[in-house]
């Protein structure tokens, strides 16, 4: 290509409306345009990034023998799919899928994506025994995926979510802009998402239990204004809240208990009830169920399925709303005041919580969601027809080890851990160009005859080759180079009357002085081949 004929918009100053650092340089660079929150244009050299990370799922897919598909409704579709395999023999049945994901995103984050759907690459392995080999195995090729793009990121628990999923796994790239928070513990290393996080509820002090009383607490409906009215710690007070749970069948009110300074965990009460879905209940809905307004509600006397936190089955002495209208009762002791149907790790982690493993203080992080593995079993087959007979003759339902992986969030968290003060940097196996030859004087007939030269030898030897043959200052050639990101910079300039050139890694800023019939020589040094 010549940069001369080539839409490379880029610009000297970030604009006001780019947020994250991969944003704005993936705006001054000329890759994308930003049209609304989520919303990007993608310009040809950001399509040529995502047609490179397109080439390189293609090739490494089929390489690990995943045969491409074109499918409407994901998992559903491919357990249609399945449904037709009736022998093990069959199977395992290995496909992907490589499209625009148009679920959408209610916090759209930048990527390299000309919709508000990001371009993702979808993997199904499907089998009927040891799930943990498809799920190590697409584990290793997307982390490898992640190396080749010079990218570093983890696999952390999460949670199951409402969509039927046993196990589930993302892969997140630490960013202090990055969408999903997760802890991690110095100690042991344990890591998993917010949502997922298990921890060490603190063993509370020994006291002998005391009667309960009904107490006058007018107005006090918040935790925070608990404490300060009856002078007791947010960990002593219980927080019941109504939930209002939807099954297939059914629609019923459910109390989530935790401790009053923690937050209930959502997704995990979603799955310990096996809810299709949940919201908390509105105020008409609770008070239909608690008579008393919110901020009032507690678990004496109430008539509903109760899920309690771990971490309210030993408290003593508690605090707890009477289910009356400026009342609060204390000295409410579990068990003896109060019972429930099932104790379940329902709260929310938080900074400082125990390991569950170690018992270090847990750490706050936050990263960007690059990709996702689940496993879907017996609901995932039940409901596509998936079953095959087995060796012994059985019949035997299939499982489903689902991966995908978001191309277009990949290419921006590239840009966000490779750069510099100048610009993007590049790996070989990413950039829109691998070699940008810089011809000094555009107008000099001798440096464009070498140009050309050069620009024909070193895309014969498969490099993908810009040459920079505008009428602009050496100074502009060169910004736009650091900036766009080229891992390979060729200057044409006054060594051509020696007959040689200078070569200069982006990655590095190393520039080295080398013959014109050492050329080739010099860029696998700094892009060594496949």
């Known amino acids: 290509m010549r940069l001369k004929d080539y839409y490379a918009p880029t610009l000297k100053n970030t604009p006001s409306a780019a947020g994250t650092a991969s944003e704005q340089l993936a705006v001054r660079a000329g890759l994308v345009r930003k049209e609304a929150a989520g919303l990007y244009h993608l310009l040809p050299l950001g399509r040529r990034v995502l047609r490179r990370l397109e080439d390189i799922s293609l090739k490494d897919m089929e390489r690990e023998g995943y045969q491409e598909v074109m499918v409407t409704g994901g998992r559903e579709a491919v357990g249609k799919l399945a449904a037709e395999i009736k022998s093990y023999k069959q199977l395992p049945l290995k496909l992907f899928t490589l499209d625009v994901d148009y679920r959408g995103n209610a916090k759209p984050s930048f990527s390299l994506s000309g919709s508000r759907g990001p371009l993702t690459l979808g993997m199904y392995h499907v089998g009927v025994k040891d799930p943990v080999s498809p799920i190590k195995h697409l584990k ?120 009053g300074e923690r937050a209930v965990n959502e997704q995990k009460l979603a799955g310990v009830l096996g809810a299709d879905s949940l919201r908390l209940a509105t105020k008409e809905e609770a008070r239909e169920v608690t008579g008393c307004s ?51 790790d329902i709260g929310m982690v938080r900074e400082g919580d125990a ?78 160009f691998q070699v940008v030859l810089v011809q000094v004087k555009s107008n000099d007939a001798h440096h464009s005859a070498a140009a050309e030269a050069l620009y024909r030898q070193l895309a014969d030897r498969g490099y993908t080759v810009m040459l920079d043959d505008r009428d602009e200052r050496a100074g502009s050639k060169f910004k ?29 800023g190393e520039t080295r002085t080398v013959k014109l019939e050492e050329i080739v020589a010099a860029i696998e040094k700094i892009i060594p081949e496949d």
């Open 140 to 259: 290793t090729f997307c982390h490898q995926i992640a190396r080749k793009c010079a990218v570093k990121a983890r696999w952390v628990g999460a949670p199951s979510g409402l969509d039927g999923a046993r196990q589930a796994l993302v892969l997140l790239a630490a960013s202090e802009a990055g969408e999903t928070g997760f802890v991690t513990c110095p100690g042991c290393g344990y890591t998993a998402t917010v949502e997922a996080a298990e921890f060490s509820r603190p063993i509370p002090p020994a006291e002998p239990a005391l009667p309960m009383e009904k107490v006058l607490t007018p107005g006090v409906r918040t935790m925070a204004r608990l404490e300060e009215f009856l002078g007791v710690k947010e960990s002593k007070t219980i927080k019941t809240l109504i939930y209002h749970v939807a099954y297939q069948d059914r629609v019923e009110p459910v109390g989530a208990m935790v401790a």
């Open 294 to 344: 919110t901020g009032f509600s507690g678990p004496v006397g109430l008539k509903v399925r109760l899920i309690a936190d771990p971490e309210i089955t030993g408290m003593v002495n508690g605090v707890a709303g009477a289910n009356e209208d400026d009342y609060h009762l204390i000295n409410v002791n579990p068990g003896r005041d109060f019972g429930w149907h099932q104790m379940a």
């Open 355 to 432: 390991c569950p493993h170690c018992r270090e203080p847990l750490q706050f992080a936050r990263g960007t969601g690059l990709g996702r593995i689940a496993l879907y079993g017996e609901t995932w087959s039940k409901r596509s027809g998936a079953a095959i007979t087995g060796e012994d003759g059985k019949e035997a339902p299939m499982e489903l080890v689902f991966a995908e992986l978001d191309l277009s969030r990949l290419g921006a968290v590239i840009i966000e851990q490779n750069h510099d003060g100048n610009g993007i940097c590049w790996p070989a196996a990413t950039a829109p």
């Open 480 to 508: 736009d180079a650091d900036l766009i990101g080229y891992p390979v910079r060729v200057v044409i300039g006054q060594a051509l009357e020696r007959g040689e050139v200078e070569v200069t890694a982006r990655a590095t």
